[in-house]
């Protein structure tokens, strides 16, 4: 069996193609092992217009087919499984996956960091068609419309003071009769008179046609119901990276982020970790795909030195 | 006269137009300054095979105009010029440029790092085919083939321990009878069977016919000449960043990049710096790009904060 890998890379969104597209033509065996499809979070983009080289924008899946059709031409291995732990065992990693154990020289890890969701009736069926969890991504598309932030921490005020720029109004919508911001950015986002705050309410439903077009929201004290007319939706109500298989090798920021140096390096020789799965990542394909290189050339030197 | 910008970009290569397609999509009013061709060093790769999205790889130049008609779809603007001085009047920046003077709220110097040249006969002529700055980026085209690195530095023997995993055979020539690197690496590279030292001596010239194919190599010390048949041509004697007219604002390390925290921050606030002329850069395309996606993020915070 073989199972032997120069760098194995765990996750294939940008970080981890990039990787390996990088690890692959440097001639190291390289595999990425993914639980989900490859891509990551670029297959939620109908289009992504701000990654560089694409004029007219381009759709998320099929970037995510450019990249690993490109990875795949320098050797890159695939496999559809879900790693359960790391071990370290110094210049060998041994990582336990649903499909069995592989040992790596170098390990990145590229696993991301999914948004969280409200997971109610309508927030998937519009993602991408209404429902956003980037304003840096999509606030572009929301030009004079009327949206909503979901949120009450400083990520969803920023959020908001994003919009300010494009939408003609913004809602911001929190459970809690206070918010969770900063006092300064909390009076920042009260002067802007493009922003509304509608407090302790949930947001039930999100409804619409082939878009976004309205949302059923309930006061949580009194249990009113009540429609708000908007076009679009922006959640964001936390982040929730895949760093539970590493708790106990890593360390981890309070969201659960794997902390690295600038290098890409964890606290673990040879193992690295890049894109939205680090400790304040900017989130954006760009800035995966950068760390991606970092990590590759970073796992060739440890590799090299051993 | 309107010269007055929110974001005024020093560099037209990757960075500098990464940094400019999110600053313009931003809704910043946003200017590249570019005194040479829009694009920089990539205008010198016939071909890019590591950058993420083209499986086939993608012309230098042509990636660079995909670049520039991206960034101008948002209203980035582009003049010819060059920057003489910048002077920090705190929430603005004054640029002196040989084009007069400009006014930004926030100034990112993207302006790249150029690789020394030896200025021999034949280097220019055959950069792209068989002559290269870069071997993560070209090793790969040179298997089993011979090839020289020019250099005695720790660079030097990064890139030819690099070209062991391509190449037959590596010379290095150092003009000295001592290299500069370190002992350890010097050691390694001489354990390498594949690597050979031709030192005291100098290249006099490069010739070729579509591509390269020998070297006139001269000793320094008997002023003998010889020539060496090969197939590819690595220089790696030194960069040389273009800092010169901020030398007097900013910090510098000892080959004249500039120093940056992790978020592209200068010492000065409101003036950030991306890519290869950063201190410690990677000098490759997807790091240029995620450089300047976070410069961009960052000078819009910082206008917001004014």
Same mark, same amino acid.
């Given at each position: =069996? ?49 990654? +560089?080289?694409? +004029? ?10 450019? =990249?690993?059709?490109?990875?795949? $031409? ?5 496999? *559809? ?19 069995? @154990?592989?040992? *790596? ?15 109610? +009736? ?6 991408? $068609? ?43 919508? &929190? ?17 802007? /008179? ?5 407090? @302790? ?42 760093? @539970?298989?590493?708790?106990? %090798? ?6 659960? &982020?794997?902390? /690295? @140096? !600038?290098?890409?390096?964890? !606290? /673990?020789?040879?193992? %690295?970790? *890049? ?7 900017? $989130?954006?394909?760009?800035? *995966? ?11 060739? $030197? ?5």
């Amino acid at each position: =069996m073989n199972n032997k890998y120069d760098v194995v890379i765990i996750g294939g969104g940008p970080a981890g193609l990039t990787a390996g597209i990088y690890t692959s033509r440097d001639n190291l065996k390289s595999l990425i092992i993914e639980k989900g499809i490859i891509g990551g979070n670029m297959n939620n983009a109908e289009i992504i217009d701000n990654y +560089p080289g694409f +004029p007219e924008g381009v759709n998320g899946p099929e970037l995510a087919n450019l =990249m690993h059709r490109q990875a795949k $031409r320098y050797g890159l291995e695939t496999i *559809a499984a879900e790693v359960i732990a790391i071990k370290d065992l110094g210049n060998k990693k041994l990582l336990q996956t649903s499909d069995g @154990d592989i040992i *790596a020289r170098a390990v990145i890890i590229a696993g991301g960091s999914e948004k969280l969701k409200l997971s109610i +009736p309508g927030e998937k069926e519009f993602t991408g $068609r209404g429902v956003s969890y980037c304003t840096t991504c999509d606030a572009f598309f929301f030009r004079n419309k009327n949206v909503v932030v979901v949120g009450g921490g400083n990520s969803a005020i920023y959020e908001a003071m994003h919009l300010t720029k494009f939408a003609s109004k913004i809602y911001i919508i &929190h459970r809690r009769n206070q918010l969770r911001a900063t006092a300064i950015l909390q009076e920042r986002a009260r002067a802007e /008179t493009k922003i509304k705050f509608i407090l @302790d309410t949930i947001v039930k439903e999100i409804q619409g046609k082939d878009f976004v077009q309205k949302l059923v929201l309930e006061n949580v004290k009194t249990g009113k119901k009540s429609t708000l007319e908007v076009d679009g939706v922006f959640i964001s109500i936390g982040l929730k990276p895949n760093t @539970d298989f590493v708790k106990d %090798l890593l360390s981890l920021d309070k969201q659960g &982020h794997i902390i /690295t @140096d !600038e290098n890409m390096n964890t !606290e /673990t020789a040879g193992i %690295l970790a *890049a894109g939205d799965i680090r400790s304040g990542a900017i $989130r954006q394909i760009t800035t *995966a795909a950068g760390d991606g290189t970092i990590a590759a050339i970073e796992a060739k $030197r440890f590799i090299d030195d051993q």
